[in-house]
């Protein structure tokens, strides 16, 4: 019994040695390592180039994309830059009309206060012309009007007319006598 044992264990020993420890079958690992090996060569002929350029074509277009995003950022920054120096540009052009309009303002009205210092000037001699004109104008009707009075109290004063000659004579010489 121990021996038919033993033998029973050897027997078991010897085939559980090797692939026959992991209790393979030969013939079938064979079998699915030769389908394997198919099915690798198909994925590797016609599955894996097509994933493998989609892949690379991401890969391209995200390198494309970063670049192109680097060149917009950059566009960016010249255009951020060059919108600065157009504002700053614009600002001294503003300044510079601000100050041109300023100057020409005064320039305006120093011409407008002559022009007006020039109207006033006219005005006071038209006035003054006015005045002188009206000036004469009473003299001569002071001048008659006195005529008239020096006529009349000469006229009282004598208690009798005289003719219209000898009164213009007289009252001739009372206007020359009061002038002085």
Partial sequence: MISANLSQFADTSSSASGIGAFNINLK?????????????????????????????????????????????????????????????????AADESLAEAKKAGKGVIAEAEEAAGQRAALIVKEAESRLSEERDKLRHELRAELADLVADATEKILEEKLDAKHDMSLIERAIKGMSR
């Fill in 28 to 92: 079938a690992f064979i079998f699915q390592l030769v389908t394997f090996l198919i099915v690798l060569a198909i994925f590797k002929k016609w599955i894996l180039p097509p994933i493998t350029k989609t892949i690379e074509d991401r890969r391209k277009t995200l390198e494309k994309s970063l670049e192109q995003a680097k060149q917009t950022e950059e566009t960016l920054a010249k255009a951020e830059v060059s919108a600065e120096q157009i504002l700053a540009k614009a600002r001294e």
